[in-house]
């Protein structure tokens, strides 16, 4: 089964910084991490999910939601299996649920990743929270 553990969010005040982590199976038959595409998204209560940024399956691609851009980025290690978002000058508009997304099959709720090919989100993180205010 292919679980995927973010970890790293927080309380922060407007102008701070945090690191998400996101640790993906390495030994998970039918999945493999280094070739899938990955990505972060965001939600808060009573709005759709949000697509964040995305990275290609060795790092050479990346793209951000134009919110973002400049503030956040996105990298990985594949060694690791470990996948990262860098948020600095966070805002309060930044707070929500941020979740964890690879591609590889079809996870609901229904979500596409840019790699630069677009590809469905397969697999969902459980989410960690962020929390930018005074």
């Known amino acids: 089964q292919v679980q995927l553990v973010e970890s790293g969010g927080g309380s922060v005040q407007p102008g701070g910084s945090l690191r998400l982590s996101c640790v993906a199976p390495?030994?998970?038959?039918?999945?493999?991490?280094?070739?899938?595409?990955m990505g972060w998204f965001r939600q808060i209560p009573g709005k759709e999910r949000e697509w964040v940024a995305s990275?290609?399956?060795?790092?050479?691609?990346?793209s951000y939601a134009d919110s973002v851009k400049g503030r956040f980025t996105i990298s990985r290690d594949n060694a690791n299996g470990t996948l990262y978002l860098q948020m600095t000058d966070l805002k309060p508009d930044d707070t929500a649920m941020y979740y964890c997304?690879?591609?590889?099959?079809?996870?609901?709720?229904?979500?596409?990743?840019?790699?630069?090919?677009?590809?469905?989100?397969?697999?969902w993180g459980q989410g960690t929270q962020v929390s930018v205010s005074l």
């Open positions: 997304a690879s591609s590889g099959g079809e996870a609901f709720p229904q979500a596409t990743l840019t790699c630069p090919a677009t590809l469905r989100v397969g697999y």
């Open positions: 390495t030994a998970v038959v039918g999945y493999s991490y280094m070739r899938s595409c």
């Open positions: 990275i290609s399956s060795l790092g050479g691609f990346t």
